[in-house]
């Protein structure tokens, strides 16, 4: 073992742990029809620095597993800790990005980013400064008074971006959030993103995606979980032995890949 893999192994044990869900199970009552046992059985945990991937078929469970990891639904049973505590609800350090954006229509770009850090009660002027920055860096310079109407589906999903990243978050959260856009929009939003973490721009570590994009996934996971259907549950588990995934995105191990 080469002194890189182990410092690396060395690294990730010792890293905090953020997400644990232990044997989770999730059952939607559908009326009259039989239940419908979306989730059986889940385990898995994420640790800080961890960049996951989660995939899987459509009506796998992918997004009922983040929408319980995020604290947005309770899970009919099973334990999900987020830094060692029972989640109740949304969790501080914690954002995610929808994948069908879940902008508020009725507020402003700054307001929609804005949002997050309210909670966290953070003054009006810092607010109004990191979110600026926000929308700055995700390239939305001058559509901070539009309305997500006034907005093409990329710009809007720009926004979701900037509103999960603003907080500067442990975890991020990303469901499918390339898949409502067209092939090119979905294309060059990937690229601005992947460059920004390769510039260390982005103020993330640590990141949960759920991905159709197999070369995707292999370009930016340290591990990657694939779902069985029906009911969904951890079925696969890689982890990908190769150099940490911001040296992958040189470009010269692009050309390589590719
Ligand atoms: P994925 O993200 O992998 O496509 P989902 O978690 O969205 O899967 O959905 C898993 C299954 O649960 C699907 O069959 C979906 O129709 C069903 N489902 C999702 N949300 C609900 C809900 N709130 N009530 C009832 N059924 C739901
Ligand atoms: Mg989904």
Not at 26 to 43: E, F, I, P, R
Not at 167 to 181: K, Q, T
Request: some cysteine.
């Amino acid at each position: 073992m080469s002194v890189v893999e182990m410092n690396t192994v060395h690294s990730v044990s010792e890293a905090a742990r953020l997400v644990d869900v232990a044997n989770v199970r999730q059952v939607y009552h559908k009326g009259d029809n039989a239940d419908l046992v979306v989730l059986d059985n889940v385990s898995l945990n994420i640790h800080e620095g961890e960049i996951v991937g989660l995939l899987g078929r459509s009506g796998s469970g992918k997004s009922t597993l983040l929408r319980i990891i995020a604290g947005l639904l309770h899970a009919t049973s099973g334990t999900v800790n987020w830094c060692g505590k029972p989640v109740t609800g949304p969790c501080d350090g914690l954002s995610m990005v929808f994948q069908s954006f879940a902008l508020f229509p009725w507020l402003t770009v700054l307001q929609n980013v804005e949002i997050g850090l309210e909670a966290l009660g953070i003054p009006a002027a810092e607010r109004r400064r990191r979110a600026l920055n926000a929308i700055d860096l995700i390239g939305l310079d001058g559509f901070e008074s539009a309305y997500p109407k006034e907005l093409s589906g990329g710009m809007r999903q720009r926004v979701g971006f900037a509103r999960a990243l603003v907080v500067h978050p442990r975890l991020m959260l990303m469901d499918e959030p390339f898949s409502a856009l067209d092939v090119l929009t979905a294309e060059t939003l990937r690229t601005d993103l992947i460059d920004l973490w390769i510039e260390g721009r982005l103020p993330i570590k640590s990141i949960l995606m759920v991905t159709h994009n197999i070369e995707e996934a292999v370009l930016m996971c340290d591990r990657i979980l694939i779902f069985s259907s029906n009911p969904g549950r951890v079925a696969v588990e890689l982890k990908v032995d190769l150099p940490h995934p911001r040296d992958r995105m040189d470009p010269v191990f692009r050309e390589l890949v590719d």
